[in-house]
């Protein structure tokens, strides 16, 4: 390890309390439900009722999702009579959200690439791809 480089990144790393601060953020975004209220969240305000609706949670399932999310400063909600509409807390919770899922969809559209360039297989294959494959013969021997 080149003592240079561990210099002149030690300067611009995270304190402590930013990281975990930042980890837990992620920690999170971490779950589908949340993520998919996020979605629909970054959209437009909605009431709690609405956003049940179209999720398929109840609303005690969604309000308890909510409770996290505000709590970590990552939605926002105001009252108007009966109904408690929520929205993305502000920009950056939007662009974070937006960015997670270009990147997302960015890996699903390009094939995996191993070490020699040819497609590699995913992640489950890989594991086991060996066995397997030597499985697939000797029953093919058999049949």
């Known amino acids: 390890m080149s003592s240079h480089s561990y210099v ?29 209220i996020l979605d629909a969240l970054a959209r437009a305000e909605v009431a709690v009722c609405d956003l049940a609706n179209a999720i398929g949670l109840t609303q005690s399932a969604v309000s308890h999702q909510l409770r996290l999310l505000r709590s970590m400063r990552l939605v926002r909600s105001r009252r108007d009579g009966r109904h408690i509409y929520y929205t993305v807390d502000d920009d950056h919770i939007a662009k974070l959200f937006k960015q997670g899922l270009e990147h997302v969809q960015e890996r699903a559209a390009r094939p995996l690439v191993g070490r020699r360039g040819a497609p590699d297989r995913p992640p489950a294959q890989r594991r086991h791809g060996a066995r397997q494959g030597a499985g697939d013969a000797a029953r093919a021997r058999r049949e």
Do not use: P, Q, W, Y
């Open 8 to 36: 002149a990144a030690a300067g611009r790393l995270l304190d402590d309390e930013s990281a975990a601060a930042l980890a837990e953020t992620f920690k999170v975004l971490g779950d589908a439900t949340r993520v998919r």
